[in-house]
């Protein structure tokens, strides 16, 4: 992004904290927190959800929550109802990157700081986002394939196929940036690229497509939400389906540590995954509390107590503003049955 943009994005940043903060204090129990979720049909967002719960609740705060049930326009239409209420902070996640803007905007205008969590906004700034430092979610699963491959072959060979997001969105680059650059350093594996649009019917034709014409080694999705159960379905469909152990096992990696992922980890089929600190994610509250105080969120590391024992990562300043990126969670079949995980819940 040309620098001009970041420029005017952190100017803006710094005005929407300079709005917020001369009304409100994070302390005492008069602090409203509005919250807004794009679906809770989707079980991440629901752990998301009650993460930012019980992170409001820690702080002594009361939360209204909204739920935008996958309609961009309701979302507006509910943050607009919480300014009108006058909530001290807003947080969510966007329903559509780009539409937020808009109401981040009215938020800024009525001096009511505004938080993203998961997914950064496209084209305008909030006051922080927290969300998965999906680049080491990459590097991870990465890892744990040149790992895999080592102890099939003597060495780092093979062919691996990447089943990727959308690629216009920061995740998939991220995912599959984390991913290539570990790969790209084993010039003996052979990485096939699949560009998808986060569709189950798109993981499951590439998985057909190149399983069936090639000795795939390996599979990385850079969602397993979106794949451990289309992609293994897929597997059986053309009999190159096999569980860990066997010789013509293809073995299996992701990002996000869904639910449905734990269950084909369980019965044998997937390899390694990233799984997200979802539960977390409300630690946002923490920078919201620094913006309250008439603070400022600096650069720098990030630690904190969280739900299943100690969180970190890192605040990096970005064009959407201020970004805190948590730390993964490496997920193999030695630890699936962790209940600390989210996909555990």
Request: aromatic share 6%; hydrophobic share 45%.
């Amino acid at each position: 992004m040309k620098s001009f943009t970041k420029k005017v994005s952190l100017l803006a940043v710094a005005s929407l904290l300079a709005l917020g903060l001369n009304s409100t204090s994070a302390q005492g129990a008069g602090v409203v927190i509005g919250m807004s979720s794009p679906s809770l049909a989707d079980a991440g967002q629901q752990v998301i959800a009650a993460g930012v719960k019980t992170w409001v609740e820690k702080q002594g705060w009361t939360l209204i929550a909204k739920n935008a049930n996958g309609v961009a326009k309701d979302q507006a239409t509910q943050i607009e109802a919480l300014i009108e209420q006058k909530v001290s902070a807003i947080i969510m996640v966007p329903a559509d990157a780009a539409a937020i803007c808009a109401p981040i905007a009215k938020a800024g205008e009525a001096g009511i700081p505004i938080f993203a969590i998961d997914r950064l906004p496209d084209g305008c700034a909030v006051a922080a986002t927290v969300l998965a430092d999906n680049y080491l979610a990459g590097q991870d699963s990465a890892k744990a394939m040149v790992k895999l491959l080592t102890k099939k072959y003597g060495s780092a060979k093979g062919i691996v196929l990447e089943i990727q997001g959308d690629m216009s969105s920061i995740t998939a680059q991220d995912r599959g940036n984390g991913f290539d650059d570990v790969i790209k350093k084993y010039k003996k594996i052979t990485l096939i690229k699949k560009p998808t649009k986060w569709t189950e019917a798109e993981f499951s034709k590439a998985t057909r497509d190149v399983a069936s014409a090639k000795n795939v080694d390996g599979i990385y999705m850079h969602s397993d939400c979106v794949g451990s159960v289309v992609v293994t379905t897929a597997l059986k469909s053309i009999n190159k389906l096999f569980k860990r152990g066997n010789a013509k096992h293809i073995f299996l990696a992701g990002v996000d540590g869904c639910a449905a992922t734990m269950k084909v980890f369980r019965d044998g089929y997937f390899d390694a995954t990233s799984s997200q600190a979802l539960p977390d994610f409300g630690s946002v509250t923490n920078l919201v509390k620094i913006v309250l105080d008439g603070g400022k969120i600096t650069e720098g590391a990030f630690s904190a107590t969280g739900s299943s024992g100690p969180i970190a990562g890192k605040i990096k300043n970005s064009a959407a503003g201020p970004t805190l990126a948590l730390k993964t969670i490496p997920v193999t079949p030695e630890n699936v049955d962790n209940t600390a995980l989210w996909g555990n819940a």
